[in-house]
C-alpha cells in the first residue's frame, strides 16, 4: 500500500498570516497518491510569528504592531477516486493578534479549497520510479471576513483556481525528490471603502488582485512508517506594488517570499497507523511579507473502504 499525506497549508501569503492562495493543500504538494477507496483524514494545528517584515525590500521592524502571530486549526480530507486519481478538500479556522499597538486581530473560517491530483504517466528508470503529476483546483471564502485589514487579516477574499504540475522521483533505497511549479488565477475583490490609493488613487470598491505562482522543492527519506524531507518553496506575485512608506499593507501589494523548512512523519502500528507530522519553516527572503517562523503539528488516520 503506497500513500502518503502531508500538511501544505499553500494559501501562503505566510509572513503576513495568510495561507497560500497559490498551493492547495494536504497531499495536493507532494507526489504520492492515496489508494483506490482509502480515506486520509487529519487534523492540523499551525503556529506563524515575525517581528520583521520587509516594507518593498526594506527589512524593518515596526513598534506599533509589535511581534504578528498567526494560528490555524485546518481540517483535511484526502480520497483514492482510482489509483491515480486523488481528491483533496480542506478548510482552515484562523486567528490574528499582534503583541502591540490598537489594531484588533480577526479570527473566522478563512477558505474552502478543493483539489484534483492526477498520475499523468510512471516509469522505472535511474534506480527508482518516476512520476509525472497534474493538479488541478480552486478555493473561495467560506466567511464574509475583512481582506482590508493587514497584516491582521485571515484571507484575502479572492476566489482562485489553480494548476500545478509534479515531477517525482522515489528511489529503490527511499530516497525521494520532487519538484514542482504552480499557476494561480486570483479574482478581484471588493473592500469596505469606496476609494484607495496604490500608485495612483483609485475611486472604486474592487481590487484588482494579480495572480501569482509558485515554485517548490522536497527531497528527503520516506518509507512506510516514517520519513523526514527538506523543504525550498519560492512564491511570486505576479504584479501589485510596494507597501508606502510607513502605510500598512494592501491585498494587491506585490506579495513573494521564499521558505526553507524540514517536514517529518512517524506512522504507530500500535495506534492503528495513526501518523503524526510536523513540520517547522523559516521565511528567509520576502518582498512586502513578514520574516516569519511557522511550524505545524498534526494527525492523520487513514480509513480502507474496500470491501474485504
Known amino acids: 500500500m503506497n500513500f502518503r499525506t502531508t500538511l501544505s497549508l499553500l494559501l501562503l501569503l505566510g509572513g503576513f498570516g495568510l495561507f497560500p492562495v497559490f498551493s492547495g493543500a494536504q497531499s495536493l504538494t507532494d507526489g504520492i497518491f492515496m489508494n483506490k477507496k482509502f480515506l486520509c483524514a ?36 484526502n480520497y483514492g477516486i482510482t489509483d491515480r486519481l486523488n481528491a483533496v478538500v480542506m478548510a482552515p479556522y484562523v486567528w490574528t493578534e499582534a503583541s502591540a499597538g490598537t489594531l484588533a486581530g480577526q479570527s473566522g473560517i478563512q477558505d474552502l479549497t478543493l483539489g484534483l491530483k492526477y498520475n499523468v504517466v510512471a516509469f522505472n528508470g535511474l534506480g527508482g520510479r518516476m512520476s509525472v503529476q497534474a493538479v488541478a483546483g480552486g478555493s473561495l471564502p467560506l466567511t464574509d471576513y475583512v481582506a482590508d485589514h493587514l497584516p491582521l487579516s485571515i484571507g484575502l477574499q479572492s476566489k482562485t483556481l489553480f494548476g500545478r504540475g509534479i515531477l517525482h522521483y522515489a528511489a529503490e533505497n527511499n530516497l525521494t525528490f520532487l519538484l514542482s511549479g504552480t499557476y494561480t488565477l486570483r479574482s478581484n475583490i471588493e473592500i469596505d471603502r469606496e476609494s484607495y490609493y496604490t500608485t495612483e488613487q483609485i475611486y472604486s470598491n474592487e481590487v484588482e488582485m494579480p495572480d501569482a505562482a509558485q515554485l517548490y522543492f522536497r527531497g528527503g527519506y520516506y518509507s512506510f512508517r516514517w520519513g523526514a524531507e527538506l523543504t525550498a518553496s519560492h512564491n511570486m506575485t505576479l504584479g501589485g506594488f510596494d507597501i508606502r512608506r510607513q502605510d500598512m499593507p494592501f491585498p494587491s501589494n506585490n506579495m513573494d517570499l521564499t521558505r526553507v523548512g524540514v517536514e517529518a512523519f512517524y506512522r504507530f502500528s500500535f495506534l492503528g497507523d495513526l501518523q503524526l507530522l510536523g513540520q517547522v519553516n523559516q521565511t528567509v527572503a520576502g518582498r512586502n511579507m513578514g520574516k516569519s517562523l511557522g511550524w505545524t503539528l498534526g494527525l492523520t488516520k487513514f480509513i480502507n473502504f474496500n470491501k474485504d
Open 42 to 77: 487529519g487534523v492540523f494545528y499551525g503556529h506563524d510569528a515575525w517581528d520583521e517584515y520587509w516594507e518593498g525590500t526594506l527589512l524593518r521592524t515596526n513598534g506599533n504592531i509589535g511581534t504578528v502571530t498567526t494560528q490555524n486549526v485546518l481540517l483535511g480530507l
